[in-house]
């Protein structure tokens, strides 16, 4: 059975989702040659609450053999932690090939969606025990994943336009939010100083990708994210 990102992400002090991958359309192939299983099993040592993965080959040089790696180190034993499929993902094939490839999360992006595809591939999900992690990036798009009754909720920082990031994107978005709904705030965050912006602005966790990937010890690094503070009022 899948285990539960929300519940993962819903414990005391600031959560943290630890992302895999080896570029970005912005800035290219990262300066680190890695094994997919030793990253993974580092994020799981050092206390991260769930493990994110690139799968999308053209922008990010990601794949499904990349997901299954981090499923078998992340699954593995007492303490296994959740592991989120990280792509574009635009029909029910791709939410069954995630589940198949032992994913317990998938992204939806709403901005990839029209429509009422939101809501159908939410319920496509939930048909077949796979969590959803929706990702919005302005005003519209939370209203629009909140309709759905999305609760689980990312806030990208980063315009997937113009690839500007602006972290009062989740200081501003986040005051839509009821408290019940679990809110990660994604992209641009890079330090203990960010990750107290997030949580004060009333985030439930991060995901942090590029600096753990090329940071020299991200054991560390993971640490220094997860800084423990409270988390603040959405207002």
Do not use: W
């Not at 299983?37 to 040592?45: F, G, I, M, P, Q």
């Not at 993902?89 to 939101?118: F, N, P």
């Not at 990750?195 to 439930?204: Q, T």
């Amino acid at each position: 059975p899948a285990i539960s990102l929300r519940r993962a992400l819903h414990a005391p002090g600031l959560s943290l989702i630890a992302e895999i991958k080896r570029a970005s359309p912005s800035k290219g192939r990262f300066p680190v040659e890695f094994e997919v299983d030793e990253v993974a099993s580092s994020y799981r040592s050092s206390g991260a609450n769930a493990i994110s993965v690139l799968t999308d080959e053209p922008f990010f040089q990601g794949s499904l053999a990349d997901l299954e790696a981090t499923c078998r180190v992340a699954h593995e034993g007492a303490g296994s932690i959740p592991v989120l499929r990280k792509d574009f993902i635009i029909d029910e094939y791709q939410l069954l090939e995630a589940r198949a490839h032992g994913a317990d999360a998938t992204l939806l992006i709403v901005g990839a969606l029209t429509g009422d595809r939101l809501g159908e591939l939410m319920r496509a999900a939930d048909s077949i025990g796979i969590e959803v992690l929706v990702e919005v990036h302005d005003e519209s798009e939370m209203d629009r994943a909140l309709a759905a009754g999305a609760n689980l909720i990312g806030i990208n920082n980063r315009d997937l336009r113009t690839f500007v990031v602006d972290l009062g994107v989740s200081e501003r978005l986040a005051a839509m939010v009821p408290e019940d709904v679990v809110l990660v705030g994604e992209s641009g965050i890079f330090t203990a100083g960010d990750a107290n912006r997030m949580r004060s602005a009333g985030m439930d966790a991060v995901l942090v990708g590029e600096s753990l990937i090329v940071a020299q010890d991200r054991a560390a690094a993971v640490a220094q994210i997860k800084l423990d503070a409270p988390r603040g009022a959405r207002v």
